[in-house]
């Protein structure tokens, strides 16, 4: 009796041991996004205990956790607004870590628009609502149509966000980084490059 239970315990183990590697999960998609946010969500994987969700920001190198445990979603927060990020999962167990999925882009969203305050100027102090595409990227003018605030294409200026003024052609501020999209902070006035208290919040 005492063999059998002995045989039967190495048996358990052994089978315990030979436990296979889950299957690399797949389905794994973007299910809503908002200018912070993505969530995604993937299929069961097969005898998997756990799901890695990782992020880049190029999708080739650099890939970061950002979810380890049971769920089958995962948000992702505090990201840029506007922007491209990639995703890949897998599967886990006590046998290991599965293949990563394929990788998926996500992107969060463009903004409707942006307040602009703290000027020392109350000719830019406008609320900027989504117009137009301009060279390839979103443009914002105000309502009624004073300023715009937009990415030049050429010039000076080129990559550069502009607020720039119909009524006489002129650029009041512009951001000094070559960026996608507006940063909240840290605009210069276009005229003598001193700095200002510019700030950009989107809605």
């Known amino acids: 009796m005492k063999h059998l239970i002995f045989l039967l315990t190495i048996s358990f183990m052994?089978?315990?041991c030979s436990k296979d590697k889950p299957e690399t999960p797949r389905g794994l998609s973007q299910t809503a996004n908002d200018?912070?946010?993505?969530?995604?969500?993937?299929?069961?994987s097969e005898d998997a205990e756990n799901y890695t969700l990782y992020r880049s920001a190029d999708g080739i190198a650099d890939f970061e956790i950002i979810y380890d445990g049971p769920n089958k979603s995962a948000t992702d927060n505090g990201l840029s607004y506007a922007t491209t990020y990639y995703y890949k999962v897998s599967a886990k167990n006590k046998a290991g870590e599965s293949t990563p999925s394929m990788t998926v882009?996500?992107?969060?969203t463009i903004?409707?628009?942006?307040i602009i305050t703290g000027s020392s100027s109350p000719d830019v102090n406008?609320?900027?609502s989504y117009e137009e595409d301009y060279n390839g990227k979103p443009s914002y003018e105000t309502d009624p149509t004073i300023l715009r605030l937009m990415?030049?294409?050429?010039g000076d200026y080129e990559d550069h966000w502009v607020i720039w003024g119909y009524l006489d052609s002129q650029v009041f501020y512009y951001h000094p980084d070559i960026t996608d999209y507006p940063s909240p902070t840290g605009w210069l006035n276009a005229n003598n490059d001193s700095e200002s208290d510019?700030?950009?919040?989107?809605?």
């Not at 882009?105 to 969060?108: D, H, I, K, N």
């Not at 903004?111 to 942006?114: E, K, L, N, S, V």
């Open 14 to 16: 052994l089978m315990s």
């Open 35 to 44: 200018l912070y946010s993505i969530t995604l969500t993937w299929d069961a």
């Open 105 to 108: 882009s996500g992107s969060t």
């Open 111 to 114: 903004p409707d628009g942006f």
């Open 126 to 128: 406008y609320s900027f």
């Open 151 to 154: 990415n030049i294409a050429n």
């Open 198 to 203: 510019l700030v950009l919040t989107p809605f």
